[in-house]
């Protein structure tokens, strides 16, 4: 399918970009995108809580009371779970949430998603652009000239570039990246996503191996 190309104006710059139906038109398969969604948040887990059980806790190993005879259950140690300040049942340990999936559903995952931004009408796709110098309100501009105001946007360049990267920096619904950077989660969490002409062979390529 073919897509006009504008400029950071909004306007049509008069030429179009290939986006191949291998890659930006396939039928979207969702339980690849859930699963590489899932992955991502996983992965963004830090797996550091802990929680002292019963044998970590400090504290005297008397017995606090007589077996038999009070009236009461019995207890043995004032480190029982029961008591306030002993240990805690079967709390968390450090541990790992990461998941491990095929580089393959991975990629299909990723044209699933650019599939569907296409197909919902979510995709822009303009010219390649750059600042002179890191300037916020320059971002701003763009941003409102393609209609993105208040929506989250990601940008993806065809290489990195720190000045358009600083100007969107402080932006809370803007993200700017490289086409070797992009993620299932990332696309679909935006609202517009908005490719520049040198990003989309590089996507093609990294998503056809």
């Known amino acids: 399918m073919e897509v006009k190309v504008l400029d950071i104006t909004g306007k049509d710059t008069g030429r179009k970009v290939e986006l191949l139906d291998s890659v930006f038109g396939i039928e979207p398969n969702k339980h690849a995108v859930y699963l590489d969604v899932k992955q991502y948040l996983a992965n963004q887990r830090q797996g550091t809580s802990k929680a002292k059980e019963r044998a970590e806790i400090a504290g005297s190993t008397r017995k606090i009371k007589k077996q038999k005879g009070t009236g009461t259950a019995r207890a043995g140690s004032i480190k029982n779970p029961l008591f306030r300040g002993g240990g805690r049942v079967f709390g968390p340990r450090p ?63 065809g290489e990195s570039n720190k000045n358009v990267y600083l100007s969107s920096r402080n932006l809370e619904k803007a993200t700017v990246l490289t086409n070797s950077e992009l993620s299932t989660y990332g696309i679909l969490n935006a609202g517009k996503v908005v490719l520049t002409e040198g990003s989309v062979a590089g996507i093609v390529e990294n998503l056809s191996k």
């Open 95 to 157: 541990r790992s949430f990461s998941l491990k999936l095929n580089k393959s559903l991975k990629r299909l995952a990723r044209k699933s998603a650019l599939s569907i931004m296409v197909k919902d009408s979510n995709l822009i796709v303009v010219e390649n652009f750059n600042f002179e110098t890191p300037n916020t309100k320059n971002f701003i501009n763009v941003m409102n000239a393609l209609g993105l105001e208040n929506k989250k946007s990601l940008f993806v360049l």
